[in-house]
């Protein structure tokens, strides 16, 4: 399927399936009618549409495989294709990342549906570097429940968009969730992955320590403070076509500092910031040769590349921070193994539900769900009222009978 925003127009859509698609001429008018179900739940997204288009890719390439059109789908073959993505067949999976395409537009043939690393955290980072003939073994882990529920609900609502328009008569994949035995449901609170107070008190220190013996850490532990100070996404940090984070974009209203941030659906939003992070503010600016705070006439990137001119793009924002994880991890490592591996293994939106969960005792929940950029503060509430379990544990097994 082509990238967001890629084509429109079906005769566009059509003529580009024809020239860059595997698939036959029967499954065409499907992926056709699968591309513009993701545009229109992802038109405001990047990642919404990516996510969508992952998805029903996989269902559909896994139809011609089995030689059946979507309307002839049962709950039957749904349920044989969750098994399938569980245990994918060794051809489908990519060893290492790669683009869907490659510089000249044209289908990637080292691309696969399926991208399942292998465990050996060093070997993975040497997939690149070594010729394909050596590659390892990969080992098949399948997917989370919570990623298994978010796939499926997205198959799960292309169908309910094909049986409105008449398409096909029946929605194979709502029975096939309800009876599956790889899917449950759960009523324990939702809990987000986060640090601890004492976890993030050690990464922040730890990386300051690392940021005074090397400049070079000075960028990390800045855009790590500052998102999980001011509860940003990793996109409210990157550039793309609509938007450039700029120095800009931090102001003042009454004597208080904000951030301007464009968030994902392109939702623009304000959060305040910390007094106490404009020291290191002022700090990753003297390493870029800035002076003082932000002025509202500057037009330098909010965060920098490492070569050339303009902000950095998601996958660098990402490399950025989980180089940082990695350096914390070391450091730690040797005297909290289990620690240095939670952090080694964090994703970069651990840093925005940390944040949050940390200053939900003592934030109004309307207020901090503004801050996120939150359309109902029950969505706070059922994320960060609860939160961080462990501490309210730790606080709570002491109380006295007497």
Not at 185 to 201: G, I, Y
Request: glycine share 6%.
């Amino acid at each position: 399927m082509p990238p967001h925003p890629g084509l429109r127009v079906d005769s566009e859509i059509r003529e580009w399936l024809q020239n860059k698609s595997v698939i036959g001429e029967d499954m065409t008018i499907w992926a056709l009618w699968a591309i513009q179900f993701a545009y229109s739940k992802g038109a405001k997204s990047y990642d919404t549409y990516n996510g969508i288009r992952g998805e029903l890719e996989r269902f559909i390439l896994y139809l011609c495989k089995e030689g059946i059109t979507p309307d002839q789908v049962s709950p039957l073959v749904v349920s044989d294709y969750m098994k399938f993505c569980q245990n994918p067949d060794e051809e489908w999976v990519m060893r290492y990342k790669a683009h869907r395409f490659d510089v000249y537009g044209l289908p990637n043939l080292e691309w696969r549906p399926f991208y399942l690393p292998v465990e050996d955290k060093k070997v993975l980072s040497d997939l690149n570097r070594i010729k394909p003939a050596k590659k390892p073994k990969i080992i098949k882990k399948g997917f989370s429940q919570a990623s298994l529920k978010r796939r499926f609900s997205f198959l799960r609502q292309w169908y309910d968009d094909l049986l409105f328009e008449g398409r096909v008569d029946r929605n194979p994949v709502e029975r096939a969730i309800r009876n599956s035995e790889l899917i449950f449901r759960s009523t324990d609170e939702k809990q987000p992955n986060t640090f601890t107070k004492d976890e993030w008190f050690l990464i922040a220190n730890h990386l300051l320590d690392a940021a005074n013996e090397d400049p070079k850490w000075e960028r990390t532990f800045f855009v790590i403070l500052l998102m999980k100070s001011c509860y940003l996404r990793l996109s409210d940090l990157c550039r793309r076509p609509y938007h450039d984070p700029l120095m800009s974009h931090f102001y003042q209203f009454k004597g208080y500092w904000f951030l301007r941030v464009i968030s994902k659906g392109k939702k623009e939003r304000s959060v305040t910031v910390p007094n106490a992070l404009l020291e290191y503010l002022v700090r990753y600016r003297e390493t870029r040769g800035l002076e003082g705070l932000p002025t509202p006439n500057e037009h330098e990137p909010l965060i920098a590349k490492d070569k050339g001119h303009g902000g950095v793009g998601t996958r660098q924002m990402s490399r950025i921070i989980k180089d940082g994880f990695s350096e914390v991890a070391r450091r730690i490592r040797p005297d909290d193994e289990d620690t240095a591996n939670k952090v080694e293994d964090a994703v970069t939106h651990i840093l925005r539900h940390t944040g949050a969960s940390i200053d939900a005792f003592w934030r109004p929940i309307p207020e901090l769900a503004e801050e996120l950029g939150h359309d109902d503060p029950a969505t706070t509430g059922r994320l960060y009222v609860h939160s961080l379990r462990e501490e309210r544990a730790k606080r709570g097994s002491g109380r006295a009978l007497f």
